[in-house]
């Protein structure tokens, strides 16, 4: 069965402590592993698209890598802005809506 | 990318009625979809909103509890039919740009919906 699994679920951290999540994914035909970031009350917001393994992508303190098992989004020095929940999806083959849902990371960064 | 917009935003509502949600794209999407995201749980997938055609379901979703219109490339709607309190939960319309990687999802504010 394909399926997503984030961890941890949830992860605390001081301003300026660099930490790591990973996203576990089993997928038959894998065509992109996809993280968002989701604020309370509001929509996910795009972050990476990751097409093939050994990919890597950044943005700001961000850093998404894929292997053929798992991703990791590398957090360096966070923010206490940078507080709030990390979701991880895969497309799989066949229609472009089949993404599933890992059930995220909540970070918490405190100053 | 895409700009998504919903209304509601929230709503509470009383069991066996109906609610639709609107979702409006700010440019041409080829993809339009609706999820669902359960408390402290992964995003869903309901249907793909196809354009001039009935949606497609996933399993476990049917076309009289969720009816879909998508009548252009900006527009569609869900609807809720005959709620009960565990359709409480929040509604996420999703586009894929036509202009862009094909695979990315970007996700509307969501409407959050307590049935009671």
């Known amino acids: 069965e394909d399926q997503v699994t984030q961890s941890p679920e949830a992860l605390r951290l001081q301003e300026g402590e660099s930490s790591s999540l990973n996203c576990s994914y089993t997928v038959s035909g894998l065509r992109g592993l996809f993280w968002y970031r989701q604020d309370p009350g509001k929509g996910p917001e795009f972050l990476f698209t990751?097409?093939?393994a050994g990919e890597e992508k950044e943005k700001e303190r961000l850093k998404a890598t894929l292997t053929k098992k798992e991703s990791f989004l590398h957090i360096t020095a966070p923010k206490p802005e940078d507080s709030a929940t990390y979701l991880c999806?895969?497309?799989?083959?066949?229609?472009?809506?089949?993404?599933?849902f890992g059930k995220g990371t909540k970070l918490s960064v405190k100053p | 990318s895409a700009v998504i917009s919903q209304k509601p935003s929230r709503d509470i509502c009383q069991r066996g009625t109906s609610l639709t949600i609107q979702c409006q794209v700010d440019?041409?999407?080829?993809?339009m979809f609706w999820y669902r995201q359960q408390p402290g749980q992964s995003l869903t997938l309901i249907a793909t909103?196809?354009?001039?055609?009935?949606?497609?379901?996933e399993s476990g979703f049917v076309i009289d509890k969720f009816p879909i219109s998508r009548p252009n490339l900006t527009f569609s709607t869900l609807t809720v039919s005959n709620m009960s309190p565990e359709d409480s939960s929040i509604y996420l319309c999703?586009?894929?740009?036509?202009?862009?990687?094909?695979?990315?999802?970007?996700f509307g504010p969501g409407t959050r919906l307590t049935v009671t």
């Open positions: 990751l097409y093939s």
């Open positions: 909103a196809n354009q001039g055609s009935e949606a497609t379901y």
């Open positions: 440019s041409q999407v080829t993809m």
């Open positions: 999703s586009a894929t740009p036509t202009l862009g990687p094909s695979y990315e999802q970007y």
């Open positions: 999806a895969a497309s799989r083959g066949g229609s472009q809506g089949n993404l599933i």
